[in-house]
């Protein structure tokens, strides 16, 4: 059985400002079968897909859709031969309702009118093969990033594509709902569907995938089945083997000096009296389900939302409520979840993006400091290897790890000495992410406290020194490092499993 591709980038070269990122690449989409598309940060995934999608025009080479060339000037022409795309970077309106959004621009009419209650039930439909469960009539700004990725996995799947191309769909996702998405994928797979995928979780290749092409450096490195295994995969990747995922200093015992207290922090409808510590040197992890109320709290001890009671003190002094430059002067550094919506300016460029916390404090004779902050700016940009052109250029068109590098490296140059990081490695590369391990534990061992709320277990068992579980808004256990295992993890996180009342 040698079927013919749906789809084929044939030696494609793509460039920006003449800078080359994608080199004499080819790439084929066979009928049901996943093809992996794997690679660093900034190694050109991205933008192969959207040549496919219709969002970039190839400079050389051709796209053959059944075997005969074609031109894809927009996305319409892409989703009219039948190609649908969950982009990497999510592509909703947040003033529409979640039926607006996965219906956009195919909205059913009756007489010529919006028909709304076909319009919620093609919307509902797409969400039930997810398992996605809100009220289809929820604005998209009001849902969390793990839902709005939902929806937009929904909005691809709603419409009947021959080529589904899914760019790190489940970066944002726990392991429960990759599940779910990865059923629809055998699904598809049976019904002959051609699919692109794109992940940095490297276990999730050999579940879902046929075939894997390899690029570096937006050149072809090799083309391997699915089931190599992860370290041949990572040194194809990456050039050189990673020996020690999680480099945590496990002997260090933390210092007895009391950095951040949370005291009996409660904020109606997201969390309820939630009281922790973490002392100088010690990564706090918190885990829990999508829900749980884990990006609220950290975003209340970063002044980033008010709370209704409770405290937040930094080395003995309060802080007062809802106030995100007095947490920053008091040396609390937050790393949001969603980069692209509080993250990031993303029309700014990468060096007023990481000086976003310090310019104003480190002005000079009240003047902004513009040399010593690009200076600085650089210095970190080399340190965490951001991958650009120029830091003048805008951080919109660097790729989505080395954005989320980006957010990090604001608060190595503000110097922070509590982190809050909510998802810190979400969309980074394997390499990249060891990087970002090694900067917290240059952190820490300077005497820093770091919060780290993750969904993926391995990072939380792999860096933290205890483990706060929440479920339903409260504190459900604490596991130290030592008893924490993903068993004990997740029979504290799941909701289902406690019943007392
Ligand atoms: N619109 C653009 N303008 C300028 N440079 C761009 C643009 N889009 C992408 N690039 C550059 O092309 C290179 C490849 O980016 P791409 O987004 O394809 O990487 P990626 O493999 O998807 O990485 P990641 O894993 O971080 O998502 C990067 O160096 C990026 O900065
Ligand atoms: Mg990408």
Do not use: C
Not at 202 to 209: M, N, P, Q, R, S
Not at 258 to 266: G, R
Not at 303 to 314: E, F, H, I, L, N
């Amino acid at each position: 059985m040698t079927a013919h591709p749906l789809v084929t980038l044939q030696n494609v070269t793509k460039s920006f400002d003449h800078v080359t990122v994608i080199h004499d690449v080819t790439v084929n989409v066979y009928p049901g079968q996943v093809q992996v598309l794997l690679g660093e940060n900034g190694a050109g995934k991205s933008t192969l897909i959207k040549m496919v999608a219709g969002v970039y025009q190839p400079d050389g080479g051709q796209i053959l859709v059944d075997g005969t060339e074609t031109t894809l000037p927009t996305t319409r022409d892409a989703e009219r031969h039948g190609i649908a795309t969950i982009h990497q970077e999510l592509n909703l309106v947040a003033s529409l309702s979640v039926a607006e959004n996965v219906m956009l621009g195919r909205t059913p009419t009756r007489f010529g009118m919006v028909d709304r209650t076909e319009l919620r039930r093609q919307a509902r439909a797409a969400m039930a093969l997810i398992g996605l469960d809100v009220d289809v009539d929820t604005m998209v700004g009001d849902l969390g990033i793990a839902q709005q990725q939902l929806v937009e996995i929904a909005k691809a799947l709603s419409i009947d594509a021959r080529v589904l191309i899914l760019d790190e769909p489940t970066a944002a996702l726990t392991r429960h709902e990759t599940q779910a998405l990865f059923a629809v994928m055998a699904d598809l797979r049976q019904r002959g569907v051609g699919m692109l995928f794109i992940s940095h979780h490297l276990d999730e290749i050999a579940e879902v995938g046929d075939t894997v092409t390899v690029i570096r450096d937006g050149h072809f490195i090799a083309e391997v089945p699915a089931s190599t295994s992860e370290d041949e995969l990572v040194q194809l990747m990456v050039g050189r083997s990673i020996d020690d995922q999680f480099p945590r200093r496990a002997d260090e015992s933390p210092a007895l000096t009391e950095v951040l207290a949370v005291s009996h922090l409660s904020s109606a409808g997201r969390f309820d009296d939630i009281s922790f510590t973490v002392r100088a040197g010690e990564v706090v992890g918190i885990a829990g389900l999508v829900g749980a109320g884990r990006t609220e709290v950290v975003r209340a001890i970063a002044g980033a939302d008010r709370y209704d009671s409770g405290t937040v003190t930094v080395r003995g002094a309060q802080l007062p409520r809802g106030d995100v430059q007095a947490a920053i002067r008091a040396g609390v550094g937050h790393v949001p979840e969603d980069r692209k919506g509080q993250g990031l300016v993303l029309d700014a460029s990468v060096n007023d993006n990481l000086g976003y916390a310090t310019l104003s404090s480190s002005a000079r004779f009240g003047l902004a400091d513009f040399t010593g902050q690009r200076r600085r700016a650089e210095a970190v940009s080399e340190t965490l290897r951001i991958r650009m052109n120029t830091i003048e250029q805008p951080i919109r068109s660097l790729s989505g790890g080395n954005q989320q590098k980006a957010v990090f490296g604001r608060w190595i140059i503000a110097a922070s000495t509590v982190l809050l990081l909510d998802e810190p490695t979400r969309g980074v590369d394997v390499g990249a992410k060891v990087e970002i391990y090694e900067l917290m534990n240059s952190i820490t061992a300077a005497g820093g406290a770091i919060v780290m709320v993750s969904s993926e277990l391995p990072e939380i068992l792999g860096m933290s020194d205890r483990i706060l579980v929440m479920r339903d808004g409260r504190l459900a256990g604490e596991l130290s490092a030592a008893d924490a295992t993903q068993d004990a993890v997740m029979t504290l996180a799941a909701r289902d499993v406690a019943t007392q009342t």
